[in-house]
T-cell receptor, first 114, second 113 residues
Framework: GQQLNQSPQSMFIQEGEDVSMNCTSSSIFNTWLWYKQDPGEGPVLLIA?????ELTSNGRLTAQFGITRKDSFLNISASIPSDVGIYFC??????????????FGQGTILTVHP | GAGVSQSPSNKVTEKGKDVELRCDPISGHTALYWYRQSLGQGLEFLIYFQGNSAPDKSGLPSDRFSAERTGGSVSTLTIQRTQQEDSAVYLC???????????FGPGTRLTVL
């Protein structure tokens, strides 16, 4: 099946620093998504990417859909303490029997020191 | 509330017992998904329902797992003869359609002793 490799597994940064994380896949996706999960909560969508090469921003967040459709990155600029959490990439392939379901990366645990 | 709700929030059971986990999707959402999240891991797809179509069960790990969705709304995930490796957080999500944003519930934390 499809595999998503997300890196890094964890990051410890100082408030104000920029953060970058990425995901690579063994096969292509039609949609790349980035989620954030806080303790005891379900994941919340941050950014959705629908087109190869697309670069999308949401406030301090920027994400790109790789042109090969097999990778994506998420950047967070000027991190703040509330950025703490687990960030997941997810891919969606709209075709065949895979339509709709998401394949998730293993997550990046982000810790921000004030 | 307007979001996806799940119950119970926590469930502790003994090995071999059956458990039922409930999901109430957002009203009007036709697609409903179940995922499993083991400690320190990403989410693993289990099953999804889309309208009246046959569900995609391709992610269910064994025949001890089953799910149903009554009336196109509430869904129940049943795990029979639970095993310790079933311990995880079970997350439900719903969306307007399969190509739309999935909204997640808070999950049910299942612990099998």
């Amino acid at each position: 099946g499809q595999q998503l490799n997300q890196s890094p597994q964890s990051m410890f940064i100082q408030e104000g620093e920029d953060v970058s994380m990425n995901c690579t896949s063994s096969s292509i996706f039609n949609t790349w998504l980035w989620y954030k999960q806080d303790p005891g909560e379900g994941p919340v969508l941050l950014i959705a990417l629908y087109k190869a090469g697309e670069l999308t921003s949401n406030g301090r967040l920027t994400a790109q859909f790789g042109i090969t459709r097999k990778d994506s990155f998420l950047n967070i600029s000027a991190s703040i303490p509330s950025d703490v959490g687990i960030y997941f990439c997810a891919g969606q392939y709209a075709g065949g029997t895979s339509y709709g379901k998401l394949t998730f990366g293993q997550g990046t645990i982000l810790t921000v020191h004030p | 509330g307007a979001g996806v709700s799940q119950s119970p929030s926590n469930k502790v059971t003994e090995k071999g017992k059956d458990v039922e986990l409930r999901c109430d999707p957002i009203s009007g959402h036709t697609a409903l998904y179940w995922y499993r999240q083991s400690l320190g891991q990403g989410l693993e797809f289990l099953i999804y329902f889309q309208g009246n179509s046959a569900p995609d069960k391709s992610g269910l790990p064994s025949d001890r797992f089953s799910a149903e969705r009554t009336g196109g709304s509430v869904s129940t995930l049943t795990i029979q003869r639970t095993q310790q490796e079933d311990s995880a957080v079970y997350l439900c999500a719903s969306s307007l359609g399969t190509s739309n944003e999935q909204f997640f519930g808070p999950g049910t934390r299942l612990t099998v002793l």
